[in-house]
C-alpha cells in the first residue's frame, strides 16, 4: 500500500514505499544514550571475562555448566485434576 493506502502493483512505487520502509527501520532513533546506558546496567546481562575473549575454544568447566543449570528458568507441571 501507497501512503495514500492504496494498493499500488506499480513496480518503482512498491520499491519506493520498500526503500522508506527499511530506512524508518534502521534509522538511529537514540534519544537519550545515558537512559538507554542506566537502564542496560540494571539489567542482569552476561559478561564474557577476559580468559574466554583469550580462549574461545578452552574446555567447559563443571561448574560453568552446574551453574548454567541452576540458572535455567524452571516450570511447573500443570496440576491435574
Known amino acids: 500500500m501507497n501512503e495514500k493506502g492504496e494498493i ?8 519506493t514505499i520498500i526503500k522508506i520502509y527499511y530506512d524508518q527501520l534502521y534509522a538511529n532513533k537514540l534519544g537519550n544514550i545515558e537512559e538507554m546506558d542506566a537502564f542496560l ?7 564474557l571475562d577476559l580468559e574466554e575473549i583469550e580462549n574461545p575454544n578452552r574446555p567447559i568447566a563443571r561448574e560453568e555448566i552446574e551453574a548454567v543449570i541452576q540458572n535455567l528458568p524452571t516450570r511447573e507441571k500443570p496440576r491435574t485434576i
Open 8 to 15: 499500488t502493483t506499480n513496480t518503482k512505487e512498491i520499491q
Open 41 to 47: 546496567e540494571k539489567q542482569k546481562l552476561p559478561k
